[in-house]
């Protein structure tokens, strides 16, 4: 069974870096064809895609928020981070992890993705 869980701060200052970590298992995230991404819902907002890693450790963003974001992967520990620099309150969003084929990419529809993280509050605030 494949799973995710992401893992940081839950209070980030303003103008700070958040960094997140997702923690795979059940799957590595070099396998063939899945690309790990990093989706957020603000409060009383619809999902937002950010970007996402792939099996071959290449890194897409999403339009939005490319120059603050940055993916990254650490295969022997099977984990894969995001870095969002300069946060301002309007970053404060529940966090989500989440796997999916190549139609994932930049997409928001829950049912492009096959496994998510239970995902986590992340607060952007002085």
């Known amino acids: 069974q494949v799973q995710l869980q992401e893992s940081g701060p839950g209070l980030v200052k303003p103008s700070q870096t958040l960094s997140l970590t997702c923690t795979v298992s059940?799957?590595?995230?070099?396998?063939?064809?899945?690309?790990w991404s990093w989706i957020r819902q603000p409060p009383g907002k619809g999902l937002e895609w950010m970007g996402a890693?792939?099996?071959?450790?290449?890194?897409y963003y999403g339009t939005s928020l490319k120059s603050r974001t940055s993916i990254s992967r650490d295969t022997s520990k099977n984990q894969f981070t995001l870095q969002l620099n300069s946060v301002t309150p309007e970053d404060t969003a529940v966090y989500y992890c989440?796997?999916?084929?190549?139609?994932?990419?930049?997409?928001?529809?829950?049912?492009?993705?096959?496994?998510w993280g239970q995902g986590t509050q992340v607060t952007v605030s002085s």
């Open positions: 890693i792939s099996y071959r450790g290449s890194s």
């Open positions: 989440a796997r999916g084929d190549i139609e994932s990419l930049h997409n928001t529809d829950p049912g492009s993705f096959d496994v």
């Open positions: 059940g799957d590595s995230i070099t396998s063939f064809y899945y690309y």
